[in-house]
Each structure stands twice: as C-alpha cells, then as structure tokens.
C-alpha cells in the first residue's frame, strides 16, 4: 500500500490559504502525485475553504494542517485543526453574500468530508479523488510484484498488425533488395537488359556502352 502522510504548521492568519495551497503542490510533487486539472482544482480549492474557516471562525494562534495520500486507494485526506470546538455549519448563503459557500464547495468537489472534535479543538477533513497513478522506478524497485503484473498485462495486450509498406522500401538498413528475375522486369527494362542501346561518341573519345 503506497501511503505518504505529512503534517505542518501555520500561523492563524489569511496569509496562510496561500502558504497552505503552496506547501500542498510542494507535498504532491515530493510524492510524484499525478494530478489532473479536476483533482487538482479540488485539492486547491477545498483546502483553500478549510483553511479560510479555520482562520475565521477558528480559535489559537496557529493551524495544523495534515495531508495522508494514499495512491493505492486513489484517494487524498486533507484535515485542518484549530483550537475552536464549535462545528462548521452549512448556511445558505443569499446571491448578493460574498461569503458561506465554502461548505457547499467542499461538499461539491470532494468525496466526503466531515468534523470533529478534539482534545484541544476540532478537526475539519475533506477526502478527495485522485486519477491513476503510474508507478515510478522506485516503486517497481520496493515492489517487484505490483511491476511483475504490469509489465505481463503490457505483454498480453493485442498488438496492432504492421503496416505493410511500399514494394520500393521494403529493403532495411543495410541490406539489398533481392534482384528481380527477368520475367517480372516491364517489358521496356527486360529489352534495355537483353539489347542496351549504343551511344555515339565524339571523335577521340572511347565508345561506352550502358550496363
């Protein structure tokens, strides 16, 4: 099972949604995470909200953010804690408010997500979908078996059927084409082979001959 799990911290501030978001592309790509722009975007985004709560309406001077990627799974945790032990609520926000649609959004780009408390506050989590993960060298180094069954699904996959190319190109590299026998000559280069024609010469030159 390919885990990686990584936590860190962060002053309670709003400067701290962009540090966030940085500190996650930095984790996705130590980990050779494949994101495509849907997942991409909603790991942005839904860590984006979580934080931005946790500054709001959270409590303490700093944040825990904690990101566990499980790519066997296909899936990626994200979990915010903050020193408050009230529970995010979800509000409908009017057209004209600039702010509750957070939880909506969160709800709308992740697999699950929920709440919690803790000890010294709560915890806010979102879970969300990754696309297929290839396997990288060092993964087919620590797990021979996974890259055992990769490289036969490889090897019995129907193959496509050659293209059979022009008659004048079928000799490779290095090699002659076989001479052609003199019934499949045109009639026109079968009586130039039997009968070459003489070519006039000047006055002190050697008469030649075509081959």
């Not at 975007?41 to 001077?61: I, K, P, Q």
């Amino acid at each position: 099972m390919r885990v990686y799990s990584q936590s860190f911290f962060l002053v309670r501030d709003p400067t701290s949604v962009r540090l966030s978001r940085r500190r996650l592309h930095d984790l996705a790509e130590n980990w050779g995470l494949r994101l495509n722009e849907a997942s991409d975007t909603a790991l942005t985004t839904v860590l984006s909200e979580l934080v931005t709560n946790a500054v709001r309406h959270g409590t303490g001077a700093m944040l825990t953010i904690g990101v566990r990627a499980n790519l066997s799974r296909r899936r990626v945790l994200v979990e915010v804690y903050d020193g408050s032990r009230i529970l995010p609520a979800p509000r409908c926000a009017a057209p004209e408010d600039e702010t509750g649609r957070g939880m909506a959004l969160i709800d709308r780009l992740s697999v699950c997500h929920g709440a919690e408390r803790t000890t010294c506050g709560k915890c806010v989590w979102a879970e969300i979908a990754l696309p297929e993960q290839r396997l990288t060298r060092r993964q087919l180094i620590l797990r021979p078996g996974r890259a055992a069954r990769a490289v036969a699904r490889r090897l019995t996959a129907p193959r496509r059927r050659p293209r059979p190319g022009p008659a004048g190109h079928r000799a490779r590299h290095g090699q002659h084409p076989s001479p052609q026998s003199p019934s499949a000559l045109h009639p026109v280069e079968r009586a130039w082979q039997q009968h070459p024609p003489h070519i006039p010469h000047k006055e002190g030159e050697s008469p030649c001959t075509t081959s």
